[in-house]
C-alpha cells in the first residue's frame, strides 16, 4: 500500500509498505478515505517529538471503511464506515473507567506519561497512523464508530481530533454565564475552542495570533473579537486594558508547542530542541488570565522540561486544566450540535492534497503558505 | 470594575448575543458538558466486554517504559529498534519518564536513526532526496511572496533557520567526507613518500654494509 512515512526532520515521503495486518483479536483494518494533517503533526515533523523513529507513518485524524476485522470484533463490521478517534484505548483500565480516554494505560507500553496516539511517535505507543492507504486499528470495539448516515466524511474526519479537542478545550475552560475568554492560537482547535466557548455561554470570545487570515476566520467562523499580537507592543498589557484592568476570567491555549512571540523561546524549542514546548502562549495565558482565573491548555507540547512561568501562576492562584482530549466521550453532544449546525466543522477546510503530494502539503502548512487552515489528504484506494 | 465588586461590563448583553450567535449557551449548564465531571466512573459506556484486554501475542524484544509492569496488552508494531539508534534507545528505555535521560537519550536515537537511514537509502533504489522529501517543490505553486511578505507574520524571524536545520547536517556531512577522503589522499601520498624514502635509506644502509663486508673481507684476505 501507498504510505507517507517520516525521513528525518523536515522531510517525509510516500513509499510502498505492507498493508497492516490483524495483530490483536479485537484489531480492525480500516481502508482510509480521508485523513487530515493536524498543528501537532508538525511537532513530529519538526523532529520534536522524542522516539520519532524513521519509516514511520504519521497520520491521527482519518476515517474509513472496514476492511477486514480480528475474531473478537463485535461492534463494527467489514464495510462500516467508520471514524476514528486519535486516541487508542481499551475501554476498561481505571483510566477508561472514568471517562479518561486519552489516558488509557493498556495501550502504550513506551510511556505512562501519555496514553496510545496514532502515528504519533514511539512515545505514544508505536502505532502507524492513518496517512495511507489502511491503517491497523486496535481494540475495534471501544474507539471507531459508526458515521451517521446524515453526516459527510468531511465533518467527519474534523470531529476524530480538532473539533473535539476544542471543544474539550472550552470545556476545561470551565466558562460560566458572560465570561470573558481569550483563546491563543486561530489554527483549526482554537477556531473551534472559540466558537465552543459561545456555546457555554462567554459573554466575549477574543482570539490572539499573528496570521492575519486566520484571525479573519476567527471573526467569520467563530465569531469572535481578535487580536494580532504583532501590532501591539505588549500582548498582556493589551489584553488587560481590553478588560477593564481585570483579566480574561478564562484563557485557552490552543498554540502549544511551536508558539511564536518569542524569538528564544522559539528557537530554543523548535530548532535547537532544548525545551518540551515554546511556552510562549502559555506564559501569556497566565499573565493575562485574572486572578483566580482558569487557564485551559489543549496545545501539545513535548515531554521535556519548559520555561514556565509558574511563579505567576502560583501568586494569582489560577485554576490549569489540561489534556489530550478524551475524545469519543464528546461525539454524542457534539454530533448534536453538527446536526443542529451550530458548528459546520468542515468551513475551515482550506486544501485538500492527494497522498502522493503530501511533502508538498506538509511544507505548505508548516511555513503557512497559501493562507492554509486545514488540509485534509486523500489516499488514492478511497 | 476590577477595583470594585462590580465586574467590568460586556460589550454585547447577553439577548445580544443569544441573536447573533447560533447556539449560543446551549451547553450553559454544565451537565450538558461531556467532561463534567471529569472522573465519572462508568463502565457500559465504552464498549468494552473485557476487564482486561486479549494480550497480544508478547514479543521479548518490545522496549516499554520501566514504569510499567509488564509490557501493555496491546501495543505498536511499526519500526523495531535496530542499529547503533536502537541501542541508545534501548538505553534510554532503562531509565524512568521522570529522569532527563531517558527523554534526552531518545532525542539523540532520533538524530542519530536519521543519520542511519540517510546513509542507508544511499544503498538502495530509492535514496534519500532532501528536494522532493522537503516538499520545497511546492512553493512555486502556493503563493511564497504573497503569503510571506507585508502581512507581519511573526514566524518570518525564524524561518531562515529552516533549511539551516534541513541542510546542515548534508553540509556538514558533505564537508566531513571531503575532508576525510583528502586527509585519505595526503596520508597515502605520505605513506607512499614515507615508504620510498624508507627503502632509500635501506638500500643506502645495505650498500655500505656490502661495502664494509667486502673491505673487511680484502682486510682478511690480505693478513693471510
Request: aromatic share 10%.
Given at each position: 500500500m501507498?504510505?507517507?512515512?517520516?525521513?528525518g526532520p523536515y522531510k517525509i515521503r510516500v513509499e510502498e509498505k505492507d498493508r497492516p495486518r490483524i495483530e490483536h483479536p479485537n484489531d480492525a483494518i480500516v481502508r482510509v478515505t480521508r485523513a487530515a494533517i493536524c498543528g501537532s503533526d508538525l511537532h513530529l515533523y519538526h523532529g520534536l517529538m522524542p522516539d520519532t523513529r524513521i519509516g514511520h507513518t504519521f497520520g491521527h485524524e482519518f476515517v474509513g471503511v472496514v476492511d477486514e476485522v480480528g475474531p473478537t470484533v463485535q461492534n463494527v463490521q467489514v464495510g462500516d464506515r467508520v471514524m476514528v478517534p486519535f486516541n487508542i484505548f481499551c475501554g476498561s483500565c481505571w483510566y477508561c473507567a472514568r471517562g479518561l480516554y486519552s489516558n488509557c494505560h493498556n495501550v502504550n507500553p513506551n510511556a505512562t506519561a501519555v496514553g496510545g496516539i496514532y502515528g504519533y511517535s514511539h512515545t505514544c505507543g508505536g502505532y502507524d497512523g492513518g496517512q495511507?492507504?489502511?491503517?491497523?486499528?486496535?481494540?475495534?470495539?471501544?474507539?471507531?464508530?459508526?458515521?451517521?448516515?446524515?453526516?459527510?466524511?468531511?465533518?467527519?474526519?474534523?470531529?476524530?481530533?480538532?473539533?473535539?479537542?476544542?471543544?474539550?478545550?472550552?470545556?476545561?475552560?470551565?466558562?460560566a454565564e458572560g465570561d470573558v475568554v481569550v483563546v491563543f492560537g486561530a489554527g483549526p482547535v482554537g477556531l473551534y475552542a472559540a466558537l465552543s466557548s459561545w456555546l457555554m455561554g462567554a459573554g466575549r470570545?477574543?482570539?490572539?495570533?499573528?496570521?492575519?487570515?486566520?484571525?479573519?476566520?476567527?471573526?467569520?467562523?467563530?465569531?469572535?473579537?481578535?487580536?494580532?499580537?504583532t501590532e501591539v507592543g505588549d500582548v498582556v498589557l493589551h489584553l488587560k486594558r481590553d478588560t477593564g484592568f481585570l483579566g480574561a476570567d478564562v484563557v485557552v491555549d490552543a498554540v502549544g508547542a511551536e508558539a511564536d512571540g518569542n524569538f528564544l523561546q522559539h528557537v530554543t524549542t523548535a530548532k535547537l530542541k532544548l525545551q518540551g514546548g515554546s511556552p510562549v502562549a502559555l506564559n501569556w495565558a497566565?499573565?493575562?488570565?485574572?486572578?483566580?482565573?482558569?487557564?485551559?491548555?489543549?496545545?501539545?507540547?513535548?515531554?521535556?522540561?519548559?520555561?514556565?512561568?509558574?511563579?505567576?501562576?502560583?501568586n494569582k492562584g489560577l485554576?490549569?486544566?489540561?489534556?489530550?482530549?478524551?475524545?469519543?466521550?464528546?461525539?454524542?453532544?457534539?454530533?448534536?450540535?453538527?446536526?443542529?449546525?451550530?458548528?459546520?466543522?468542515?468551513?475551515?477546510?482550506?486544501?485538500?492534497?492527494?497522498?502522493?503530494?503530501?511533502?508538498?502539503?506538509?511544507?505548505?502548512?508548516?511555513?503557512k503558505l497559501d493562507d492554509c487552515i486545514k488540509t485534509l489528504v486523500l489516499p488514492s484506494a478511497a | 470594575?476590577?477595583?470594585?465588586?462590580?465586574?467590568?461590563?460586556?460589550?454585547?448583553?447577553?439577548?445580544?448575543?443569544?441573536?447573533?450567535?447560533?447556539?449560543?449557551?446551549?451547553?450553559?449548564?454544565?451537565?450538558?458538558?461531556?467532561?463534567?465531571?471529569?472522573?465519572?466512573?462508568?463502565?457500559?459506556?465504552?464498549?468494552?466486554?473485557?476487564?482486561?484486554?486479549?494480550?497480544?501475542?508478547?514479543?521479548?524484544?518490545?522496549?516499554?517504559?520501566?514504569?510499567?509492569?509488564?509490557?501493555?496488552?496491546?501495543?505498536?508494531?511499526?519500526?523495531?529498534?535496530?542499529?547503533?539508534?536502537?541501542?541508545?534507545?534501548?538505553?534510554?528505555?532503562r531509565y524512568s519518564e521522570g529522569r532527563a535521560a531517558h527523554w534526552l537519550l531518545?532525542?539523540?536515537?532520533?538524530?542519530?536513526?536519521?543519520?542511519?537511514?540517510?546513509?542507508?537509502?544511499?544503498?538502495?533504489?530509492?535514496?534519500?532526496?532532501?528536494?522532493?522529501?522537503?516538499?520545497?517543490?511546492?512553493?512555486?505553486?502556493?503563493h511564497p511572496v504573497r503569503s510571506r511578505f507585508g502581512r507581519g507574520r511573526a514566524d518570518l524571524a525564524h524561518q531562515w533557520l529552516d533549511p539551516v536545520v534541513v541542510a546542515g547536517p548534508w553540509v556538514a556531512a558533505g564537508a566531513l567526507a571531503v575532508k576525510g577522503g583528502r586527509s585519505l589522499v595526503r596520508n597515502r601520498a605520505a605513506l607512499a613518500a614515507a615508504g620510498a624514502g624508507a627503502a632509500r635509506a635501506v638500500g643506502r644502509l645495505a650498500g655500505r654494509v656490502r661495502r664494509r663486508t667486502s673491505i673487511s673481507g680484502e682486510i682478511r684476505a690480505g693478513s693471510r
Open positions: 501507498r504510505a507517507m512515512v517520516y525521513r495511507a492507504e489502511f491503517v491497523r486499528v486496535p481494540l475495534a470495539d471501544v474507539g471507531p464508530a459508526k458515521i451517521p448516515d446524515w453526516m459527510d466524511d468531511d465533518d467527519a474526519v474534523l470531529l476524530t481530533d480538532a473539533l473535539a479537542t476544542g471543544y474539550f478545550g472550552a470545556q476545561l475552560g470551565d466558562i470570545v477574543i482570539v490572539v495570533d499573528h496570521l492575519d487570515y486566520r484571525l479573519e476566520k476567527a471573526r467569520t467562523f467563530a465569531h469572535a473579537e481578535t487580536l494580532n499580537f497566565i499573565d493575562s488570565v485574572r486572578k483566580g482565573g482558569t487557564i485551559s491548555v489543549v496545545g501539545a507540547y513535548g515531554p521535556l522540561f519548559s520555561a514556565v512561568k509558574f511563579g505567576d501562576a502560583m485554576t490549569l486544566r489540561m489534556n489530550q482530549c478524551p475524545v469519543k466521550r464528546q461525539w454524542p453532544r457534539l454530533f448534536e450540535h453538527v446536526r443542529q449546525g451550530y458548528i459546520k466543522p468542515a468551513d475551515i477546510v482550506t486544501h485538500r492534497v492527494p497522498l502522493e503530494h503530501i511533502a508538498e502539503a506538509y511544507h505548505m502548512f508548516s511555513t | 470594575m476590577t477595583y470594585t465588586p462590580d465586574k467590568p461590563p460586556l460589550k454585547e448583553s447577553l439577548d445580544e448575543l443569544r441573536a447573533r450567535i447560533p447556539g449560543w449557551g446551549a451547553d450553559l449548564d454544565p451537565k450538558d458538558r461531556p467532561s463534567d465531571p471529569k472522573l465519572e466512573f462508568r463502565t457500559d459506556l465504552s464498549g468494552a466486554h473485557w476487564r482486561f484486554p486479549d494480550r497480544q501475542p508478547d514479543d521479548d524484544r518490545r522496549e516499554r517504559s520501566v514504569e510499567h509492569q509488564f509490557l501493555t496488552p496491546v501495543y505498536g508494531t511499526t519500526c523495531p529498534r535496530r542499529g547503533l539508534s536502537g541501542a541508545v534507545r534501548g538505553l534510554a528505555y531518545l532525542m539523540l536515537g532520533d538524530r542519530i536513526d536519521a543519520g542511519e537511514n540517510h546513509v542507508r537509502s544511499f544503498a538502495t533504489l530509492r535514496p534519500d532526496n532532501p528536494v522532493t522529501e522537503t516538499g520545497v517543490l511546492g512553493e512555486f505553486s502556493r
